[in-house]
């Protein structure tokens, strides 16, 4: 039967480098709490049941949020995992945490956000060296580094990459982390620097083996436009995925010229039914390869502004209509795992938590899924 993986963001904790690029105290709670309506019926800003703004600095909102995972059929956590360099890694604190409280009873594994952090990212950019404090007072302060780039990924050599394997070989080594015919699954988010992944996955693989597995799964995000032909997996990472199938060539092209000649930067808002729709067409095409993805609800105006992507429509009910279909696919063509975006995505208004209009919904349309082919 196929095992649902919720993805997982660990942005919900204060680290010095936000700090420092945002304001004193900034998680991604600030852009949820902060977001505003931008059209009618535009439901923002989303407000957690019972103003649950965790910390997840603090095991028992762990432990909580695991209990309500297994609770509704969550197999496991796909959790952020942000790696820059040798001497560069953010927003560990949680998954340090599961790892060492082995009572947290949740199956996880790591996918790395593999790209670096710019400030164009965010709907908080101002075009002077100042940005938003956010803070009680709002006080505004200067930014040291000017130049857009927050945070630089390096691969570096292989001395890099086996730094970067050591560290997470303690996690590969948890009995609670995913593996695939003992070989613990990576995802590596991006694949437009394959010359680098090739040398840092075969330095991978050899490390696993000569740490007891039989190598390292790699699964990556399924790109229609790229060239993705040496991973052991790909998945559609959805919303994201369908969107960005929905524009041709040219469409992209027209698209870029107008963010640079006009910049222009125009709300983007699709269907709920229609980017479903897509996915589970492509699903059903039976990609050998491919484990299959699916979403919750989506809207990343939090982050973005009217900058954002907003997918109207969604609801529940079609959430676990859409969900038993791609389940039913993918229990077909004896697929080991789906992927759901997400479990937490707040920012991305991505998630199965119980928020104030829903509350527990989204979770009970997963357990129904579940229980209907497990039974």
Request: with cysteine; charged share 25%.
């Amino acid at each position: 039967m196929p095992k649902i993986i919720a993805m997982y963001l660990p942005q919900y904790h204060q680290i010095e480098e936000n700090d420092k690029w945002w304001g004193k105290g900034f998680t991604d709670w600030v852009s949820v709490k902060n977001s505003s309506s931008l059209f009618k019926n535009h439901l923002q800003p989303r407000v957690p049941l019972n103003n649950n703004y965790y910390d997840l600095s603090q095991v028992s909102n762990i432990k909580a949020q695991v209990k309500l995972a297994k609770e509704y059929g969550i197999y496991g956590f796909g959790i952020y995992h942000y790696w820059f360099s040798s001497n560069q890694r953010l927003l560990t604190k949680p998954a340090e945490l599961i790892l060492e409280n082995k009572d947290i009873d949740i199956n996880f594994f790591f996918a790395w956000d593999n790209s670096s952090w710019i400030r164009t990212w965010s709907k908080f950019m101002l075009k002077e060296r100042y940005i938003n404090d956010w803070s009680p007072k709002n006080d505004m302060h200067k930014v040291e580094n000017n130049d857009g780039v927050l945070a630089k990924l390096d691969y570096g050599n292989e001395e890099d990459f086996k730094i970067h394997f050591n560290y997470l070989l303690p996690f590969f080594l948890d009995k609670r982390y995913i593996k695939i015919d003992n070989c613990p699954l990576f995802a590596i988010w991006n694949n437009n620097n394959q010359k680098v992944l090739e040398k840092m996955i075969f330095c991978f693989n050899k490390l696993a083996k000569e740490n007891g597995f039989n190598g390292i799964k790699i699964i990556s995000r399924y790109d229609p436009y790229g060239k993705t032909n040496y991973f052991d997996y790909y998945f559609n990472y959805e919303p994201q995925f369908s969107t960005l199938t929905n524009r041709n060539i040219f469409f992209k092209i027209v698209n870029r010229l107008k963010k640079r000649v006009f910049k222009t930067n125009k709300l983007q808002i699709y269907n709920y039914d229609k980017i479903w729709k897509k996915s589970l067409k492509f699903a059903k095409k039976n990609h050998p390869k491919m484990l299959y993805g699916g979403f919750v609800q989506y809207d990343d105006t939090p982050r973005r502004g009217k900058r954002g992507m907003v997918i109207k429509n969604s609801n529940p009910d079609k959430f676990q209509k859409y969900l038993e279909e791609l389940y039913k696919i993918s229990l077909k063509q004896k697929k080991e795992f789906i992927f759901l975006t997400a479990f937490n995505e707040w920012g991305e208004g991505a998630y199965l938590e119980p928020d104030t209009i829903n509350k527990y919904d989204y979770l009970k349309a997963v357990s129904n899924v579940i229980n209907k082919f497990n039974n």
